[in-house]
């Protein structure tokens, strides 16, 4: 058996209120290595929905062979499951200690499955799993629901869902630790979906490690490299909210103004700078990891943890706010309410500027309003509640555009059901690509914004540098190590070989990458994604591109449909992007 993993897993039934639990599957483990990848095989080979908010749809919270492991950056998790904002796959990965206790129950990974006839919560440890009745935390947000559960299960680690995704708002995410999310593609809608209120993970079970002492002598090493690192100091100091000031200064790509804009007049207010001195701002990290890239910020007495960039972008500059403190209160909204604060500030952009347009009611058209801290405030509660135009809201801006009429399309900025992340793609435009050609369309598949902003991106290379930022990506996301401090292949590959014991390569890493991108590409294909989603929003092709190297210029059809199949080639895919026979062989993927 390698090390690393428990090679033992855990397949719960919520309607029948059964557990199975069972050995490891090596060979996937060997072709998937845990997290994404794993999660994504098993989602391939279980699903059974009609719809991502049906029964058949699994919920599966996984691991990999370093989480709970004193390599820092390891203590990560990820659940996968078919996002009910996209309809394709999802994977959605959150921090805290949420890898540590799941791994500690004495699992690799669990199962989910089915709907439970009342609301219920479970618990799963090394014995299996006990299911209790939560009709008294329905309705409650996620900070009680958590804190009720912890003074339950004081060792237990606590996975829970606010009225958001009890309401099945298709963006709802999973909070653990009070402030960490599973964030991103709707999870905790599919949780609510099943009855779900909240999973605790409690136990004390260790792995063993194949080189026990060649696997503590590399992880020392890699704790001294990164903590020599420049990259770590600015992490610690500023957080990821650095590129709030990064992206208006350097790159001209903060999201501004439902996207229209890559600079924000207001941007010095919801810095670091500013959360520090005004706002106390305290380094907080993951279990285990000396970077400290979070932050605790205080006000009003309480404590809170943010904003991060991607908060601070999409929830501030994107909707025009400016003031630290309202941003603070939208992100603790959507924490205890159990909302992406991406999605959620996507959505609010959007419909900001159909107000704008005037396109919604004479009321709401006046008090929806680009840069009021209220408006966001009262519109992230009804999202969570679906009241009057959050109902709306709830489903999404692709599908909320079409409610809304009027070409509203135009400026509803998804690809493919999903808000868009990261920077401003009308800023950039090779995350545009990226973000097109990614299994959805998240910051959090590839960062190509460093690489343009410092010129060293052209057009040709552009196809095959994404994906293979992509496949890199993909592992890191099997492995379940931070990308917000890269650990490059080299590094990863003996760590894995010490850990399992399983020969591992640099090489043999970027195929199991492949292999995963051309298997979701399937994967989504089936789940009704085609060609003709592979595109950008309305805007990207009709107004200028601000910064970097499309600046000035519109991106042409023509051109950009032509970047697309030059990045089908590169895979092995066919002209309507569907993975060829051959591919699915060589990449040992055709079975499935
Ligand atoms: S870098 Fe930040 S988010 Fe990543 S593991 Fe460390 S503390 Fe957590």
């Known amino acids: 058996m390698p090390g690393g993993y428990h090679n033992r897993f855990i397949d719960i039934d919520l309607a029948r209120e059964t557990f199975d639990i069972g050995e490891a599957d ?17 989602l391939c080979t279980i699903d059974r929905s009609e719809d991502p908010l049906d029964p058949g749809n699994p919920l599966i919270f996984l691991t990999g062979p370093l989480t709970g492991s004193t390599i820092t950056t390891s203590n990560r998790s990820c659940v996968v499951t078919r996002s009910p904002l996209t309809g394709g796959f999802l994977d959605s990965h959150a921090g805290g200690h949420s890898g540590t206790g799941i791994k500690l129950s004495g699992y690799d990974y669990a199962v989910i499955r089915g709907k439970a006839s009342s609301p219920v919560y479970l618990k799963i440890s090394r014995d299996g799993a006990q299911f209790s009745g939560a009709s008294s935390l329905w309705g409650k947000g996620c900070f009680e629901t958590e804190s009720t559960l912890k003074q339950k299960n004081p060792k237990g680690t606590v996975m829970s869902v606010g009225p958001a995704g009890e309401n099945l708002v298709r963006y709802a995410c999973i909070n653990t630790e009070l402030y960490r999310q599973y964030g991103r593609g709707g999870a905790g809608a599919v949780m609510g979906s099943k009855n779900l209120k909240a999973v605790v993970f409690e136990g004390d079970e260790k792995v063993r490690y194949h080189d026990a002492a060649r696997f503590r002598g590399l992880s020392k090493q890699v704790t001294k490299d990164i903590v020599a690192h420049p990259v770590r100091e600015l992490r610690v100091e500023y957080g990821t909210t650095m590129w709030v000031r990064k992206g208006h200064e350097e790159g001209g790509f903060l999201p501004t103004s439902n996207w229209r804009k890559g600079r924000f007049d207001g941007y010095e207010n919801i810095t670091s700078e500013v959360y520090t001195k005004d706002f106390q701002w305290q380094a907080k990290g993951c279990h285990n990891c000396v970077i400290q890239c979070s ?97 709306t809201m709830a489903e999404g801006t692709r599908k909320a555009s079409k409610q809304v009429g009027n070409n509203s399309e135009y400026f509803a900025m998804q ?20 973000l097109t050609t990614s299994d959805f369309a998240s910051h959090t598949r590839v960062w190509t914004a460093t690489d343009e902003m410092a010129g060293n991106l052209d057009f040709d290379m552009l196809p095959r540098y994404i994906a293979k930022q992509q496949d890199e990506k993909n592992v890191k ?18 760590m894995i070989e010490a850990a399992t014991g399983l020969p591992t390569t640099t090489e043999g890493m970027f ?47 023509d051109f950009f449909e032509g970047q697309l199949q030059e990045y089908y080639k590169l895979r092995g895919w066919d002209e309507e992007g569907k993975p060829m026979k051959e591919t699915l062989e060589r990449l040992n993927v055709e079975k499935f």
């Not at 500027?353 to 992230?380: D, M, Q, T, V, Y």
């Not at 690809?415 to 990226?434: Q, W």
């Not at 492995?479 to 003996?494: G, N, S």
């Open 26 to 42: 090596r060979e996937l483990q060997d072709r998937f290595l845990g997290g994404k990848g794993l999660g994504l095989a098993l």
């Open 511 to 557: 195929d199991i990458g492949e292999r995963i991108h051309s298997l979701a590409r399937l994967y989504n294909l089936r789940t009704g994604r085609t060609h003709k989603d592979d595109t950008l929003p309305e805007r990207m092709f009709t107004e200028p591109i601000l910064s970097n190297m499309m600046k000035g210029r519109v991106i042409d059809r």
């Open 415 to 434: 690809i493919a059901g999903m808000e868009l992340s990261g920077v401003n793609p009308m800023g950039c435009y090779s995350h545009a690509l990226a």
């Open 295 to 391: 932050k605790l910020a205080r006000y009003d007495g309480k404590e809170i943890e943010g904003p991060e960039y991607e908060t601070a972008a999409y929830l501030g500059s994107n909707c025009e706010l400016d003031d630290p403190k309202d941003l603070l209160i939208a992100n603790e909204l959507c924490d205890d309410l159990g909302l992406d604060s991406i999605s959620t500030g996507g959505n609010i952009s959007f419909i900001m500027e159909a107000a704008e347009r005037g396109l919604l009611s004479p009321e709401e058209n006046e008090w929806i309003k680009f840069g009021s801290g209220e408006a966001i405030h009262r519109l992230i509660k009804m999202i969570a509640a679906r009241e009057g135009i959050g109902n």
């Open 477 to 494: 996301n099997c492995v379940i190590v931070c990308d917000f401090f890269m650990l490059p292949h080299d590094r990863l590959a003996p």
